[in-house]
């Protein structure tokens, strides 16, 4: 097959692609697909493709490293933060269709998708590099990719693709392949679930929503839900939402509609003669979204149609009118004071929006140092379970029993943490070390000392600010 | 108990369509009561004996315990991404009608007269507003929710010593209906359409006239009361701890919002 044949070359390009994809954009975050790919899938065919991924791999440095290995599905979002993926995806879905045939494991083929991309990208840099960067931004940007990603009918004139087309320029160059892409494709996205274009904010979005959404594996409930999200490969893999996309048999998984995506739909929507004459199965055709289901499109188009329908209707009926007179005669003057009750209203909901954030941003960062804290108390037991130091517990016994209530998780690292890191509050370790019989107690991560979150969670300054001016 | 009430105050405030789809707050800390009661008779009735079968039916409880957290969350997504998806919708079609009105064509294509424009105006300004107010109080609803979770695994590991909370809550950050990033940028795009949308002349406050303690319009409410609500869940608790999130700080002075009398619920037309 003509992919397989590229590769002896890809293998030399291979530091070129990094370079490429390095300059690019962040294709740093394929690297971390191929550790969990390695472990879960051993019985991947051992062949030159898989070899040449983890030498590629070894470049790479991850950066969204969760997410990439979460969103085996979420490729086509990938699209959405670099412009590296997006050719890369597209050339992962013919490596990928190599593969396939071997009969790898599902996520595999998805996981392969991302590392094959590397090796797929050097031998068709000519379609890559005949696209400028900006190209790729701008439809990295357009997060349409997000949805239709590379499993389009490249001979599809449908609204969303043609823009990819256009701007990939690979139509004209991709004869050869589209009908292996579209297999590929097919086979990819009947298995694959695409995540919904939600995962654009996580992807964006540094820690810790970095992390992706792990689904809990304990969890069984909340996976349905997550728009299917394909979890993390590194774990809980056993939760595969793919599943409910093939089948259709399981509940509905909600889907993300992100602004792209709607704009697709209301494309193909257009195409088809508007709200009221397209069909659900026609606008699902001619989107090419994978992971699209027809309940999916059938319950958009109703909430577009309603949507629709009342502001139509208000602008030739009278009824906003009646109301817009109810509140104010036509007088110019209340005219003002409607607007100017619009601007206060405004105010107060921009007020609200604002604390909200900052309250999010708050919250998301303390639950951060809690797993921080969390992290280096653990390693502390290790050490200190390493090290065995019994003159330690010995001290334990003359700390003041008022100290119970804090419950700092550092009481058990007292001692040690005091030894390994002695700029940490030496003058509460004797106080921690009684808490050693209470070690479940102490999971929460209230640290009582502001200094210890200074030294520890040094990138929160505002929120110690704030913590210390309260304490 | 503090947050329950405030809870409780706020979804009577709320849209009523959205009254159910708060966290079930009361409902769950009667079950970690219950839990916690169980564990202890078990203890006490059996002695040392049980604490094989002691701990069998702490992972029991805690599972079942986890079971309804898990629906509550799966609650909170469905809603939140079905109100997302509402919003995008919206979002479209409020920009796709500013063009045409800006463009000072009518519905059918023909150009407006000059009050046809000002009442276009009008209802889209009116319209954004509100679209803009749904949002932040969806925001609100995110965030209440989270707060309820996060207090009800507090409780929890209080009341049993467990280890749940935590691991827990890096899972709740990570769900959909936390994840508001989306929400957030649809709200920014509003705002700044706003500006093309409100009529430069008036950017300067005038004195103001309108009668601000009969406000009727439910969202300008509800959004009130998410303002008081913060404000007041974050004055301080006897639990504080460096999980707690500072006193808000509003900059305004509290005697503003404090003036509008809040009416009974209006459903929105």
């Known amino acids: ?471 | 108990m503090k947050f329950g009430k405030r809870l409780k105050r706020q979804i009577e405030e709320t849209l009523p369509e959205w009254r159910d789809k708060f966290v079930s707050y009361k409902d769950l800390k009667k079950r970690v009561r219950l839990i916690c009661t169980t564990l202890e008779e078990e203890a006490n009735s059996n002695g040392p004996a049980s604490s094989g079968c002691a701990s069998t039916r702490v992972s029991e409880e805690e599972e079942e315990f986890i079971f309804l957290l898990n629906a509550e969350i799966e609650k909170f997504n469905a809603f939140f991404m079905e109100q997302e998806e509402e919003f995008v919708i919206r979002q479209k079609e409020l920009q796709e009608r500013i063009q045409n009105v800006t463009a000072t064509l009518g519905p059918n294509g023909r150009r407006m007269s000059e009050s046809e424009y000002k009442e276009e105006m009008g209802k889209l300004r009116k319209e954004m507003v509100n679209f803009h107010g749904e949002m932040v109080l969806l925001e609100n609803y995110s965030s209440l929710n989270y707060t309820g979770i996060a207090k009800i695994l507090k409780k929890y590991d209080k009341r049993t010593g467990g280890l749940l909370r935590l691991p827990f809550i890096q899972k709740v950050l990570q769900q959909p209906f936390f994840t508001t990033d989306l929400l957030s940028n649809l709200i920014k795009e509003c705002e700044s359409t706003m500006q093309t949308v409100f009529p430069t002349e008036m950017q300067e406050r005038t004195e103001k006239t309108v009668d601000i303690a009969a406000i009727e319009d439910s969202i300008f409410r509800n959004t009130l009361a998410a303002l008081v609500t913060m404000r007041e869940m974050r004055r301080g608790s006897s639990t504080y701890s460096h999980f707690s999130l500072p006193p808000l700080n509003l900059a305004e002075p509290p005697d503003q919002s404090d003036t509008f009398t809040l009416l009974s619920p209006i459903p929105i037309q």
């Open chain 1, 1 to 471: 097959m003509e992919a397989r044949s590229i590769f002896p070359s890809q293998r030399s390009e291979g530091k070129q692609l990094s370079a490429m994809n390095s300059s690019v954009g962040r294709s740093s975050s394929l690297s971390v697909l191929p550790t969990p790919a390695e472990k879960k899938y051993p019985k991947l065919p051992d062949c030159q493709q898989v070899s040449m991924e983890k030498e590629l791999w070894a470049n790479r440095v991850g950066q969204h490293r969760a997410s990439i290995a979460t969103n085996n599905g979420a490729i086509g979002h990938m699209f959405s933060t670099s412009s590296g993926f997006t050719s890369e995806l597209h050339y992962s879905s013919s490596l990928q269709h190599q593969m396939h045939a071997n009969s790898a494991p599902f996520f595999s083929q998805a996981s392969n998708n991302v590392t094959s991309v590397a090796q797929a990208l050097p031998s068709q840099s000519v379609l890559f590099q005949t696209t400028s960067p900006s190209n790729f931004t701008r439809e990295n940007n357009d997060a349409t990719w997000s949805d239709d990603s590379l499993f389009f009918d490249f001979s599809d004139g449908g609204g969303c693709h043609s823009q990819i087309q256009n701007s990939t320029g690979m139509a004209s160059q991709d004869q050869s392949r589209q009908s292996d892409f579209q297999e590929w494709a097919d086979q990819i996205m009947a298995d694959d679930t695409l995540v919904a274009t939600g995962w654009n904010d996580l992807l964006v979005e540094p820690d810790p929503e970095i992390k992706g959404p792990k689904l809990p594996s304990d969890f069984t409930v909340s996976q349905p839900q997550i728009n299917q999200q394909v979890p993390a490969l590194s774990g809980d893999s056993n939760h595969v939402a793919s599943p409910s996309v093939t089948n259709g048999t399981q509940n509905k998984p909600r889907m993300r509609w992100t602004p792209e995506l709607h704009e697709c739909f209301v494309e193909a929507v257009n195409r088809l003669g508007g709200s009221e004459k397209a069909t659900p199965k026609g606008v699902l055709k001619l989107m090419k979204v994978e992971g699209l289901t027809i309940y999916h499109v059938k319950s958009h188009l109703q909430k577009y149609r309603t949507a629709r329908y009342r502001p139509e209707a208000s602008e030739g009926g009278s009824d906003t009118k009646t109301s817009l007179e109810e509140i104010s005669s036509l007088d110019l003057k209340t005219g003002i004071e409607i607007t100017e009750a619009l601007r206060l209203q405004m105010e107060v909901q921009k007020r609200l929006h604002e604390q909200l954030e900052i309250q999010r941003n708050l919250q998301l960062r303390i639950e951060e140092q809690g797993r921080y804290l969390q992290m280096m108390f653990e390693k502390q037991c290790k050490t200190s379970e390493k090290l065995k130091m019994p003159s330690l517990l010995d001290d334990a016994s003359g700390a003041s029993p008022s100290d119970i209530t804090q419950s700092s998780k550092e009481n058990d690292l007292g001692k040690p943490l005091a030894m390994n890191e002695t700029d940490i509050i030496p003058e509460k370790t004797e106080d921690r070390n009684q808490q050693f019989d209470q070690k479940q107690r102490i999971v929460e991560v209230e640290s009582s000392n502001p200094d210890q979150v200074t030294n520890v969670g040094s990138e929160l300054p505002p929120a110690k600010r704030l913590k210390s001016s309260l304490s």
